[in-house]
T-cell receptor, first 112, second 116 residues
Framework: GDSVTQMEGPVTLSEEAFLTINCTYTATGYPSLFWYVQYPGEGLQLLLKATKADDKGSNKGFEATYRKETTSFHLEKGSVQVSDSAVYFCALSASGYSTLTFGKGTMLLVSP | NAGVTQTPKFQVLKTGQSMTLQCAQDMNHEYMSWYRQDPGMGLRLIHYSVGAGITDQGEVPNGYNVSRSTTEDFPLRLLSAAPSQTSVYFC???????????????FGPGTRLLVL
């Protein structure tokens, strides 16, 4: 079946540091890939997505590129802020459906 | 436009009790889903619906029941609550169409359930 593996946290960074959260996937066909973010006490909201190979999703300074050859969708940000502290989920949606398979989530803690 | 709403926000149940978690959306989305979130497990799909009158099981359906009589509402029923159902429950919705798997899912704020 489909699966998503992302690096375990917490990831602890100082403000303005570079962020990478690794995500790899297993799926049949050509899934869509997503990063969702969950701020403390809230639901999930879409951060960015990519729907085909080599697409780059970007939002709020975050970027991720859909790499089919390495089955990866790593999340990056050049300079994190304290307000980026949250849990980040990598997810995929397989062709034909609109349900998501999630990774376990990575907590990011950014200190001033 | 309220998006996806869920009630209640928090609930405590005793083992064996039943209850219904409510979910509603005002975006006219065809797809609706229920997920549960447990520490270290990410989110797992319980049940989903591709339209009124159509539902199907997800990864962890046991102990839960759903129905979809309208486009707007997708309640989740716990038939006989067990401590293993202590979790945070999220409802989500998304548009349908030929490229439904590319669509963004919109999540509600969640219901935190404690089963004693």
């Amino acid at each position: 079946g489909d699966s998503v593996t992302q690096m375990e946290g917490p990831v602890t960074l100082s403000e303005e540091a570079f962020l990478t959260i690794n995500c790899t996937y297993t799926a049949t066909g050509y899934p869509s890939l997503f990063w969702y973010v969950q701020y403390p006490g809230e639901g999930l909201q879409l951060l960015l997505k990519a729907t085909k190979a080599d697409d780059k999703g970007s939002n709020k300074g975050f970027e991720a590129t859909y790499r089919k050859e390495t089955t990866s969708f790593h999340l990056e940000k050049g300079s994190v802020q304290v307000s980026d502290s949250a849990v980040y989920f990598c997810a995929l949606s397989a062709s034909g459906y609109s349900t998501l398979t999630f990774g376990k989530g990575t907590m990011l803690l950014v200190s001033p | 436009n309220a998006g996806v709403t869920q009630t209640p926000k928090f609930q405590v149940l005793k083992t064996g009790q039943s209850m219904t978690l409510q979910c509603a959306q005002d975006m006219n989305h065809e797809y609706m889903s229920w997920y549960r979130q447990d520490p270290g497990m990410g989110l797992r799909l319980i049940h989903y619906s591709v339209g009124a009158g159509i539902t199907d099981q997800g990864e962890v359906p046991n102990g839960y029941n759903v129905s979809r009589s309208t486009t707007e509402d997708f309640p989740l029923r716990l038939l006989s609550a067990a401590p293993s159902q202590t979790s945070v429950y999220f409802c989500a919705s998304s548009p349908a169409g030929g490229t439904a798997y590319q669509e963004t899912q919109y999540f509600g704020p969640g219901t935190r359930l404690l089963v004693l």
